[in-house]
């Protein structure tokens, strides 16, 4: 069964002041991991996928990697607007293979 | 493109009542996907469709729960009888074909239930 844990929780960031989140998997064979942004009341927004081990994405502050067993969402001098749960997913590559998400980081920056 | 559509944005109901949920999948979007999200359980998946036909429907909690897909443009999520325990938020997704390389699911704005 396809896995997915993400850590922390929950983060609080001054405004500027960078971190990392990170994304745990385990999956038979990796098809995408998917980077999602979710405010508050809305639905899920889409941020990156990463295909392969040693791929890297960015979008703005935000930097996504990824090796065999893990993702990192790294944050670069962060804005309040940038507050929100962040969700990470795994595609496994079999066949019509659907995402498992994990239950999310909630991050809230602070000017 | 005006993205997923979901109606209504908010429900409530009392126990006993049926709930019905639609959706609007992005147009040329070939597989459409139901989810459920609460803090406890997070983000999950309740079936998807394929071409309107229902691929997997094993995270379905029970039989209260079904779905339809009668065109590539319309489907609904009924709850009948609903139950306290159901309250959660619905998401629906689209993405352009599974398996083919485009799985980027697109998630609408989701319907918050409320079952009394």
């Known amino acids: 069964e396809d896995q997915v844990t993400q850590s922390p929780e929950a983060l609080r960031l001054q405004e500027g002041e960078s971190s990392s989140l990170n994304c745990s998997y385990t999956?038979?064979?990796?098809?995408?991991l998917f980077w999602y942004r979710q405010d508050p009341g809305k639905g899920p927004e889409f941020l990156f996928t990463?295909?392969?081990a040693g791929e890297e994405k960015e979008k703005e502050r935000l930097k996504a990697t990824l090796t065999k067993k893990e993702s990192f969402l790294h944050i670069t001098a962060p804005k309040p607007e940038d507050s929100a749960t962040y969700l990470c997913?795994?595609?496994?590559?079999?066949?019509?293979?659907?995402?498992?998400f994990g239950k999310g980081t909630m991050l809230l920056v602070s000017p | 493109d005006a993205g997923v559509i979901q109606s209504p944005r908010h429900e409530v109901t009392e126990m006993g009542q049926e709930v019905t949920l639609r959706c609007k999948p992005i147009?040329?979007?070939?597989?459409l996907f139901w989810y459920r999200q609460t803090m406890m359980r997070g983000l999950e998946l309740l079936i998807y469709?394929?071409?309107?036909?229902?691929?997997?429907d094993s995270g379905m909690p029970e039989d209260r729960f079904s779905a339809k897909m009668p065109n590539a443009s319309f489907s609904t999520l009924k709850i009948q009888p609903s139950e306290p325990r159901d309250s959660a938020v619905y998401f629906c997704?689209?993405?352009?074909?599974?398996?083919?390389?485009?799985?980027?699911?697109?998630f609408g704005p989701g319907t918050r239930l409320t079952v009394l």
């Open positions: 469709f394929n071409n309107n036909v229902p691929i997997d």
């Open positions: 997704a689209s993405t352009p074909q599974v398996g083919l390389g485009t799985d980027t699911q697109y």
């Open positions: 147009s040329g979007h070939n597989s």
């Open positions: 999956v038979s064979g990796l098809r995408g």
């Open positions: 990463l295909y392969s």
């Open positions: 997913a795994v595609q496994a590559a079999a066949g019509y293979s659907t995402l498992t």
